[in-house]
T-cell receptor, first 117, second 110 residues
Framework: KAGVTQTPRYLIKTRGQQVTLSCSPI?????VSWYQQTPGQGLQFLFE???????NKGNFPGRFSGRQFSNSRSEMNVSTLELGDSALYLC????????????????FGPGTRLTVT | GIQVEQSPPDLILQEGANSTLRCNFS?????LQWFHQNPWGQLINLFY???GTKQNGRLSATTVATERYSLLYISSSQTTDSGVYFC????????????FGEGTQLTVNP
């Protein structure tokens, strides 16, 4: 079974531009979460989508947004890019959300490395 | 929010040595996972272990949920074990939101 895929893998943007990142979950997985990793802040949760609905949101400004499509693929968008948005953006998928079973063990994609100049 | 603390922050070993990484968390959790981040940044699943003990080859993990800690054991370490090891938890009321520790940077020298 194919793993989580993310596109593009690398991206260079200029301050003020916007960017869209894409994530395709493992087949059959319905939950997709996004994380930002920076050297200073570590790994931080951005948001989670399940069945096309945002279920959880981290402490990020409104410039960060996302959506999920009916096939569970997800996109995240960052508008008005700032230098501090340079980071590795990781997407994770799981079968479902919450609960007490193994069904929501999360699996990560390879990430998109965004550089803002 | 929930706090996740990992120790030690850095660990340097000679090939063949054993090591124990610790993860403490401040609240009840539904999910606990250990990951190894490879040099390209991808998080590789090691264990899904909200409680109990599991083993996979040279790696094993134990989570004592009532005492809010988890341990990752690496035996007979190899240079390919080098990298950052993360512990991440999901709080009971947080859906699938993973809260990560700061990680342990492991270096295994030949």
């Amino acid at each position: 079974k194919a793993g989580v895929t993310q596109t593009p893998r690398y991206l260079i943007k200029t301050r003020g531009q916007q960017v869209t990142l894409s994530c395709s979950p493992i087949s059959g997985h319905r939950s997709v979460s996004w994380y930002q990793q920076t050297p200073g802040q570590g790994l931080q949760f951005l948001f989670e989508y399940f069945s096309e609905t945002q279920r959880n949101k981290g402490n990020f400004p409104g410039r960060f947004s996302g959506r999920q499509f009916s096939n569970s693929r997800s996109e995240m968008n960052v508008s008005t890019l700032e230098l501090g948005d340079s980071a590795l953006y990781l997407c994770a998928s799981s079968l479902t959300t919450g609960g007490l079973t193994r069904d929501y063990e999360q699996y990560f994609g390879p990430g998109t490395r965004l550089t803002v100049t | 929010g929930i706090q996740v603390e990992q120790s030690p922050p850095d660990l340097i070993l000679q090939e063949g040595a054993n090591s124990t990484l610790r993860c403490n968390f401040s609240d009840s959790v539904n999910n606990l996972q250990w990951f190894h981040q490879n040099p390209w940044g991808q998080l590789i699943n090691l264990f899904y272990i909200p409680s109990g003990t599991k083993q996979n080859g040279r790696l094993s993990a134990t989570t004592v949920a009532t005492e809010r800690y988890s341990l990752l054991y690496i035996s007979s370490s190899q240079t390919t074990d080098s990298g950052v090891y993360f512990c991440a938890v999901v709080r009971e009321t947080s859906g699938s939101r993973l809260t990560f520790g700061e990680g342990t940077q492991l270096t295994v020298n030949p």
